[in-house]
């Protein structure tokens, strides 16, 4: 098999397992798995930085990662909450404004898929749980 098919057959595998993917269809699933970026982290390797801009959104495929927010200047962020394998982060900067809201760190290896804005705009982000997402 070349390696594009097997790449994209194990993304497939990987996408169909990620609970907030439950209603997409095989032809959407397969979309994304066209567009995933893999992406790879260290221990304490900021993924995203609170403040700056963004534009895309990621999956965990393997690891762990901690979100932490900085509610005002010369604070020290606060934890949020650790995130691993399936699920997803990064959807905040994807809808209206493009500001990072918190920071994401490696908690050791990390590997990550990553979504561009307009596949996501075009493929997931109508899910009812990526939209309405409130913290
Ligand atoms: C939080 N407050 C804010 C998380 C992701 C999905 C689910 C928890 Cl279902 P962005 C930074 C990202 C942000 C969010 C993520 O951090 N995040 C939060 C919170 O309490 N953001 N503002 N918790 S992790 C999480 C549950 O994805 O998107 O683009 O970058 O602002």
Redesign the pocket.
């Known amino acids: 098999m070349r390696t594009g098919l097997l790449k994209h057959s194990n993304y497939m595998e990987f996408v169909r397992s990620v609970p907030s993917f439950k209603t997409l269809t095989e032809d959407v699933l397969s979309k994304v798995a066209d567009v995933l970026e893999e992406t790879h982290y260290s221990d304490g390797d900021y993924i ?1 930085r609170q403040g700056a801009t ?1 534009d895309t959104f990621f999956i965990i495929s393997d690891g762990q990662v901690r ?1 932490t ?1 900085q509610k005002s200047a010369n604070e020290e962020p606060a934890f ?2 650790t ?1 691993s394998r399936g ?8 809808k209206g404004e493009d500001v ?3 920071n ?1 760190t490696a908690i050791g290896d990390v590997t990550c898929l990553v979504v561009d804005r307009e596949s996501f705009k075009q493929l997931i982000g109508g899910l009812d ?1 990526m939209s309405n ?1 409130m ?1």
């Open positions: 995203i963004g979100v927010q949020l909450s995130l699920d997803w982060f990064g959807e905040q900067a994807l990072r809201t918190a994401v749980n997402k913290y």
